[in-house]
């Protein structure tokens, strides 16, 4: 089998672009931000989004554009 195949597609109604995406380890646990000529989300939101519910649970706004983000069980890095 094709270890690179498709195993899950959500797609959004209003389109929108995401600028980066972490996953928290292999979970539903998503920390989005927008991004690209049409952004989903602001770009200085982190987005927490929750694939199993398909929503945002959680929202964290800063002044500044979002750069990066990393995630751990008990810790969210934004820079």
Same mark, same amino acid.
Request: hydrophobic share 40%; net charge positive.
């Given at each position: 089998?094709? *270890? #690179?195949?498709?195993?899950?597609?959500?797609?959004? =109604?209003?389109?929108?672009?995401?600028?980066?995406?972490?996953?928290?380890?292999? #979970? %539903? @646990?998503?920390?989005? &931000?927008?991004?690209?000529? %049409? *952004?989903?989300?602001?770009?200085?939101? &982190? +987005? @927490?989004?929750?694939?199993? @519910? *398909?929503? #945002?649970?959680? =929202? @964290?706004?800063?002044?500044? *554009?979002?750069?990066? &983000?990393? +995630?751990?069980?008990? &810790?969210? #890095?934004?820079?």
């Amino acid at each position: 089998t094709d *270890p #690179c195949r498709l195993t899950h597609k959500r797609d959004f =109604e209003d389109g929108g672009g995401f600028g980066i995406v972490q996953m928290l380890f292999r #979970c %539903n @646990i998503l920390a989005v &931000v927008g991004g690209g000529r %049409n *952004p989903r989300f602001q770009p200085h939101k &982190v +987005m @927490i989004w929750d694939d199993r @519910i *398909p929503r #945002c649970v959680a =929202e @964290i706004s800063f002044r500044a *554009p979002v750069k990066a &983000v990393q +995630m751990s069980r008990d &810790v969210i #890095c934004v820079c």
